[in-house]
């Protein structure tokens, strides 16, 4: 299978379970790797825009849900042995968990 169908590029959106609205990932981790003329992501992009998902089901306040303030941990289903500037690659079903009980998904690309 093709590596353009297996890794994540940058920008890509992404959402949370626990959260209300999707955010974009930002490709910040390195400028070296790219696939179909688009950045490769790694294991360091937690970055989001917005950096929310603006509220949080697990956050409740008397109006509702509160507001989301994403706390990534560490991205799992990453490349293997696959890395670039020894970072692990991100592929298109990797998730990563929210300290406060979400997971991130990246939403599949056009």
Request: net charge positive; with cysteine.
């Amino acid at each position: 299978m093709s590596i353009s169908k297996l890794y994540a590029t940058g920008p890509a959106t992404c959402k949370c379970s626990m959260g209300s609205a999707p955010a974009v990932l930002a490709p910040l981790s390195q400028q070296k790797l790219f696939v179909d003329g688009k950045l490769v992501l790694t294991e360091a992009d937690k970055l989001t825009m917005p950096p929310t998902f603006i509220t949080c089901i697990n956050i409740p306040t008397p109006a509702g849900p509160g507001p989301c303030a994403p706390a990534l941990t560490m991205w799992s289903g990453t490349s293997t042995p696959e890395t670039v500037n020894g970072l692990k690659i991100l592929l298109k079903t990797s998730t990563i968990s929210c300290a406060l009980g979400g997971v991130v998904t990246l939403i599949p690309q056009g």
